[in-house]
């Protein structure tokens, strides 16, 4: 019975990790890969191994952008949660007790605290990961006594500051002198590793974590907290606590957890954030019916949600018959001034390179994949920059693009297929997109600023009236403009 407690324990804390990523929050599978752009080349590896965390970081992002599908995305969430879950239980439970009876369930308490962290967007793959790694080295810490000197520094250089978790058990464990020398010692390993690897960086970033969180030279609380509660949850599952019956009070554990989980969820995971990447997400796959179903229901008072929702309800033939339906803000409610970070200007992008300003469009895009705070690239906004270069006959720019996607996986047979397509202007000319585009873009040269917009969407127009995107949105963009004149 016991055996089968734990099998049901870890599968149910498997299928909800998998039903919350891939039905409930989808769009942070997506925001997690659109923001990463994972080579298969030598100088990528090296550039992540140069660094403390850096496989860890490495084998983070190899996952990641297997997201590039929702449900792929969050099979591997999912996997990840049931491994740390069980390699907890394994690191604090000798392998001569493990069919005894005790708490199992309390193993899952940091893959649940892990699932509450990650309600911050910003929260890296590359977190969990590292704590895997570093959990799974506490039965080879534990037992390595003087072996420590040469494990401690290669369990720092493979995970980051996490690996604090087995140093920190082994010696609560050991209990002796040694073990005092070698909290030292690994004081000593992170400030010479910092010195040598990472001086580069802020020390607060080396210390806690380089690649755990987006935003740099910044430390969420929870990142300090989640691996105390992992250390605290190896000694607790550790004691090899007997119950004649363990059934129900794991069960009632189970409840416990779960109900805190979902309370943890709910104060973390902000809404607005998430219906705002849902937008995005939605749009990025053509489903635009389903954001005007979302914003019908749960609308975020911000310019990002106003100009998703516009676009859509232009997409779907509703904008000027539904517009007062939804939230709006004005003229930024249909573009966006460039705001230069990794979301906002992205659904204006969309905006503009649809109605025919590619030059435009190849701003506002390369600035949001620049925004990404930790310096990383972009399959889906790099791919965009190659197709303005593309529209423009800028071939040889496209080409540096589109051989840095040929090293991917998923943006690789596109890559290709433009790099052969560039070969033959016919085969440029003959695609509908791009000979639209190229048909409807402007056919003089002018400086351009936000505030004149609506007179290059006239421009648009009247050169070319096929362009009924921009003559609605020109129609609208007046209309939005008096109703901000009369207040």
Avoid at 63 to 81: D, E, H, K, N, P
Avoid at 349 to 378: C, H
Avoid at 437 to 443: E, L, M, P, T, Y
Wanted: aromatic residues 14%; charged residues 15%.
């Amino acid at each position: 019975m016991n055996r089968l407690h734990r099998i049901l324990t870890s599968s149910l804390l498997g299928a909800a990790v998998f039903a919350f990523w891939m039905w409930l929050f989808p769009q942070d599978i997506s925001y997690q890969e659109q923001n990463q752009l994972f080579l298969f080349t030598w100088d990528y590896l090296g550039q992540r191994l140069a660094l403390p965390g850096g496989p860890a970081d490495w084998l983070s992002e190899f996952l990641v952008q297997f997201f590039y599908s929702r449900t792929a995305g969050a099979l591997i969430m999912a996997l990840l949660a049931v491994l740390l879950q069980r390699l907890v239980w394994r690191a604090a439970r000798p392998s001569h007790k493990a069919d005894k009876p005790s708490f199992y369930v309390l193993s899952c308490i940091p893959s649940l605290l892990m699932l509450v962290y990650q309600g911050d967007v910003e929260v890296l793959v590359s977190y969990p990961v590292a704590l895997i790694l570093s959990v799974a080295l506490c039965p080879a810490m534990t037992r390595a006594r003087w072996h420590r000197l040469w494990l401690i520094p290669l369990g720092w250089w493979l995970a980051g500051p996490v690996i604090l978790v087995p140093v920190l058990l082994s010696c609560i464990r050991g209990r002796s002198w040694q073990d005092l020398l070698m909290l030292g010692y690994t004081a000593l390993v992170f400030f010479a590793g910092y010195r040598l690897l990472a001086a580069q960086y802020p020390a607060r970033d080396a210390f806690f974590g380089l690649n755990y969180y987006r935003l740099v030279e910044s430390l969420p609380v929870l990142q300090i907290v989640i691996p105390a509660v992992t250390l605290l949850t190896l000694l607790l599952c550790g004691l090899g606590i007997r119950l004649r019956n363990p059934l129900v009070p794991g069960i009632v554990t189970f409840l416990l957890l779960v109900l805190g989980t979902g309370f943890g969820v709910r104060m973390t995971f902000d809404k607005d954030v998430h219906e705002t990447l849902a937008y995005d997400w939605l749009i990025r796959h053509e489903r635009y019916a389903d954001v005007i179903a979302r914003a019908e229901k749960y609308q975020p008072h911000n310019p990002v949600s106003a100009c998703s929702v516009n676009f859509c309800l232009f997409m779907n033939g509703q904008l000027e018959q539904r517009l007062t339906q939804f939230y709006q803000c004005g003229t930024e409610g249909l573009v966006l001034p460039s705001i230069r970070d990794n979301l906002s200007d992205i659904t204006s992008a969309e905006i503009l390179w649809m109605m025919g300003m590619p030059n435009i469009t190849l701003q506002y895009i390369f600035d949001v994949q620049e925004s990404i705070q930790n310096g990383r690239k972009s399959g889906r906004f790099m791919s965009r920059i190659a197709e303005c270069n593309i529209v423009n006959g800028w071939y040889d720019r496209a080409e540096r693009y589109l051989d840095i996607l040929s090293h991917s996986l998923f943006y690789r047979k596109w890559a290709l297929g433009r790099k052969a397509m560039i070969q033959d202007e016919s085969l440029v000319a003959a695609d509908p997109v791009y000979s639209y585009i190229r048909s409807v873009r402007f056919q003089d040269d002018f400086v351009t600023f936000y505030d004149g917009l609506d007179l290059m969407m006239a421009i648009l127009y009247n050169q070319n009236k096929n362009n009924f995107m921009a003559a609605q949105y020109y129609t609208v963009w007046q209309r939005l403009k008096q109703t901000e004149a009369g207040q």
